[in-house]
Structure formats: structure tokens, C-alpha cells
């Protein structure tokens, strides 16, 4: 029973590190005092992808086209960038620009970009050979940490950094994360 939960546990955490998705919590959470929303809607997002890929195991992969997915995923980073981007004239010193639903935006995001990815197929393997139920823990508790310090170092940024430069690299790191779906 621990095995089944610690070694995902172990190495989606591992594999997550400095993954996209978490470089998108930590730049989402630049943008919002919402932090516990934004959360909510990564995990739930988390919850979902993983989930079903551990229910379902590879019929996912067999039944939507991986390039689909990540044609969609690279286009909505690329939006986000370039809508930060954009918006970051309307900063200011105090901090005005927010999201405007951090939990829709923490969800839509993290729903699209993890399908397909690394660890959400990790997270079907690992249930062909580990309890499902363990390996759903595992996996979420994995995310979930690595999630909570994406968002705490985002705020942490957020009070030591001037908001239009966090703005500016933030567009740019979605941009360059959504143009690497298409590579």
C-alpha cells in the first residue's frame, strides 16, 4: 500500500518539477491575491486529467488526437501571453490588475496543458501496476505540494518584484511555452 502511493508520489513529483503546468501556476499567481481559487481550479483541473487517466489508462491517448490536445494548449498559452502582455500597461504599483476568475483560469488552463502530458501518462501507467485508488493519492498529493509552492512563490515574487517586469516575463514565458506545443 505505501509503495502504491509513494513511488507516484515520488516520481510525478519529480517529473513535475519545472514542468510547464507548474511554471503556469507560478505565473497565474502573479496575477491574483485569489490564491486559494486559483488552487482549487489547478487541482480540480489536476484531479480530472489524472483521474480520468487513471481510470481509463491509454484509451484516452487511443481516443483524442495527441496532436489536437496539444495544438489547443499551445494556442490558449500563447493567448494567455499575449493577453498578459497586452494587459500589463494596466498595472500598477498597487497591484490592480487581477485575473478575473483565478479559479476558471487556473482550471482551463492546467485542464488543457496536462492532457497528454508526461505525468498524466505516467499516472496511467503507474495504475496498470499499482492500486488505482493509491495511485490517485499518490499522484494528487505529488501535484497538490508542488502546486502550493508554484503559488507561494509567485506571491513572493509578486512582493518583491515591480509588476510590469513579473507582466512582461510572464507573457513572454506563456508565449514560449505555447509555441513549444507546436515543435
Do not use: H
Not at 53 to 79: E, H, K
Not at 87 to 116: A, C, H, Q, T, W
Request: net charge negative.
Amino acid at each position: 500500500m505505501i509503495s502504491d502511493i509513494l513511488i507516484p508520489f515520488l516520481l510525478v513529483g519529480l517529473a513535475e518539477l519545472g514542468d510547464k503546468t507548474q511554471l503556469a501556476v507560478l505565473v497565474l499567481s502573479t496575477k491574483t491575491r485569489k490564491y486559494s481559487a486559483l488552487l482549487a481550479g489547478v487541482m480540480l483541473a489536476f484531479i480530472i486529467t489524472d483521474g480520468l487517466a487513471i481510470l481509463l489508462g491509454n484509451l484516452i491517448a487511443n481516443r483524442i488526437p495527441m496532436d489536437y490536445v496539444r495544438i489547443g494548449a499551445g494556442i490558449l498559452f500563447i493567448i494567455f501571453g499575449l493577453t498578459t502582455l497586452l494587459n500589463r500597461e494596466e498595472d500598477d504599483d498597487d497591484g490592480s490588475y487581477e485575473l478575473k476568475s483565478p479559479f476558471i483560469s487556473g482550471f482551463g488552463l492546467i485542464l488543457v496543458s496536462e492532457m497528454g502530458d508526461k505525468t498524466q501518462l505516467a499516472s496511467a501507467l503507474f495504475a496498470t501496476q499499482y492500486e488505482p485508488i493509491f495511485v490517485f493519492i499518490g499522484v494528487i498529493l505529488a501535484l497538490f505540494l508542488l502546486s502550493s509552492m508554484a503559488v507561494y512563490v509567485g506571491k513572493a515574487l509578486m512582493e518583491r518584484m515591480n509588476k510590469r517586469t513579473i507582466s512582461t516575463a510572464a507573457g513572454i514565458l506563456f508565449i514560449v511555452i505555447g509555441a513549444s506545443f507546436f515543435i
